[in-house]
């Protein structure tokens, strides 16, 4: 079975996906004016004002979802793992990968706005790649085969967060506290059930609140643990740019050679962490209450950042400036070892890198911060796959009529998830990371390449907004204005207005 992952893993990541990741980011870039630079005021703007109502959160509480889903064990144990393959130079092609992909994300979670729908059990927002592919293709030749690559999407999304990704999350928890305190990893599984199980069922507004309280706490203090090591280490600071820069153009004679990999491990650990084209963060998006599309776009776009350039950047720090690391050929750790740093023997690839980095600073603490930050990164990953599972379980549900047939299918979810937290956290970090790597790659080949073809609303939204911007406007949208079908929650919101005489022409 785990040579079976292997291979299915290899097909997937092949280099084509690299190429199409790193394409795609670079065509948003450019079709958008590099909206990632030059909209930061309106992201930032729009994270501090956004609205929330009975059916939708605020933006703030989507972007933590989101942010949930993205700062987890990618992270840490990520990044790790990909300084270990790639060698130093894999994380400035993570920030390559979070620069190209904050414009990706901007499409794909602006059109799950457009395309977003009142759920009929709750009456919360729900949507997202299978809802926007399916209206989108709705109202064109293609319809039949939009309904089916929808369909397609749904169950892939659920299979990975439902399955494949939370057992990564669930393994690096449990390696980490047993690293740690050497607490037996069944132990870290049953609690990790048990906390989840009390969250997961007060559904969406229940995760939103508990990420919203968490995320910027963990991270803020993840940050500034790194901040601290930075301080102690400040000789090594240029040293440590100079290396990631050297060796991501293959001119550290130390990693040479190992361009490929840089390239390869960077984009996949980039997309693992940040997300951006892998179809998750649109989920999110779409529970917002926005007046426009761009605005969550634009927040959605903000999180990328967060994700990659601030919190992979300190774990790359604390690992290279400690010199905690080691390099493997053939990118794998049965491989030669091509560098071997300060690290002492026996400490896996994963979050010993950045414990015994964290250690050098302060002894016998080190371990515990890190373990006590991956265990709270990586719970919040699991509610936010939660989350997507569920929007995706709603979308098919939408074709089961029996009310009680759909409320027994959310349980099975459920139990589902639970079931891959507990074997995720006794498995061995390879197959989960193998299993984890299989969902990422296909539902981005997936998604990347329905939001190449529909990706004309998304940029209508942009240019709509900006022109409302400039006139002194609070954008709202009108897609009947704009030529977008399909959009029947934005159309009904209008027709409310100018009933309610609160509509006024843009």
């Known amino acids: 079975m785990e040579g079976f992952i292997d291979t299915l893993n290899g097909l997937i990541w092949s280099n084509w996906l690299v190429y199409l990741c790193l394409g795609a980011g670079a065509y948003f870039t450019i079709v958008t004016l590099f909206l990632q630079i030059r909209c930061i005021p309106d992201m930032l703007k729009q994270i501090v004002q956004g609205e929330k109502s009975e059916s939708g959160i605020s ?23 990909a300084i270990a393959f790639g060698g130093p130079g894999a994380v400035f092609w993570m920030w390559v990968m979070a620069l190209l992909g904050s414009a990706t994300s901007f499409v794909e979670c602006t059109l799950a706005q457009i395309y977003k729908e009142k759920d009929r059990d709750t009456g919360e927002y729900r949507g997202g790649p299978a809802f926007y592919i399916e209206r989108a293709g709705a109202h064109t ?33 449990a390696a980490a506290v047993n690293n740690a305190w050497a607490v037996p990893t069944w132990v870290s599984a049953i609690v990790m059930v048990a906390l ?14 508990f990420a919203s309280l968490v995320v910027p706490v963990m991270a803020v203090f993840y ?4 901040i601290w090591i930075m301080l102690a280490n400040v000789n090594e600071i240029p040293e440590v740019f100079g290396l990631i820069f050297r060796s991501a153009f293959d001119r550290e004679a130390m990693f040479s050679g190992m361009l490929g990999a840089a390239i390869m491990w960077g984009v996949k650990r980039g997309i693992y962490s940040n997300e951006a084209g892998q179809g998750t963060g649109p989920q999110s998006a779409a529970a917002a209450e926005v007046s426009h599309p761009a605005k969550q776009g634009f927040v959605q776009a903000f999180a990328v950042y ?20 080691k390099v493997f050929e053939d990118q794998s750790e049965d491989g030669a070892v091509r560098y071997a740093g300060s690290l002492a023997d026996g400490i896996a690839v994963g979050p010993g890198f950045v414990q015994e980095g964290m250690n050098t600073v302060a ?17 919040t990953t699991v509610l ?4 997507l599972a569920e929007v995706n379980f709603a979308y098919l549900n939408r074709w089961v009529h029996n009310d009680t047939a759909r409320r027994a299918m959310i349980w ?50 942009l240019w709509d907004y900006r022109r409302q911007k400039k006139a002194g406007l609070d954008p709202q949208f009108d897609p009947e204005a704009l030529g977008i079908r399909g959009a029947d929650f934005w159309e009904q919101r209008k027709r409310d207005m100018v009933a309610a005489g609160t509509w006024q022409a843009r």
Request: hydrophobic share 60%; aromatic share 12%.
């Open 59 to 81: 933006s703030f509480q989507s972007l933590m979802i989101s942010l949930a889903g993205r700062v987890g064990v990618g992270n840490v144990a990520g990044v790790a793992t």
């Open 141 to 173: 030749r293609a319809r039949t085969f939009a309904l089916v690559y929808a369909v397609i999407f749904a169950v892939c999304m659920i299979l990975a967060t439902s399955y494949f990704l939370p057992g990564i999350q669930a393994n690096g928890v």
């Open 196 to 209: 989840l199980g009390v969250i997961i069922i007060g559904g969406v507004k229940r995760i939103a609140t």
């Open 223 to 226: 940050i500034l643990a790194s």
């Open 306 to 325: 967060v994700d990659t350039l601030f919190v992979c950047s300190a774990t790359a720090f604390i690992i290279i400036s400690t010199d905690m690391y």
């Open 363 to 379: 002894p016998g603490v080190g371990p515990s911060f890190v373990a006590l930050a991956i265990a709270f990164f990586a719970f």
């Open 384 to 387: 936010a796959y939660y989350y």
């Open 412 to 461: 099975v979810l459920r139990a589902l998830i639970l079931v891959s937290v507990f074997v995720g956290a006794t498995t061995t970090p390879g197959t989960a990371w193998a299993l984890g790597d299989i969902g990422v790659g296909t539902t981005a080949w997936l998604n990347i390449l329905a939001i190449l073809v529909i990706q004309g609303p998304a940029l209508k939204c």
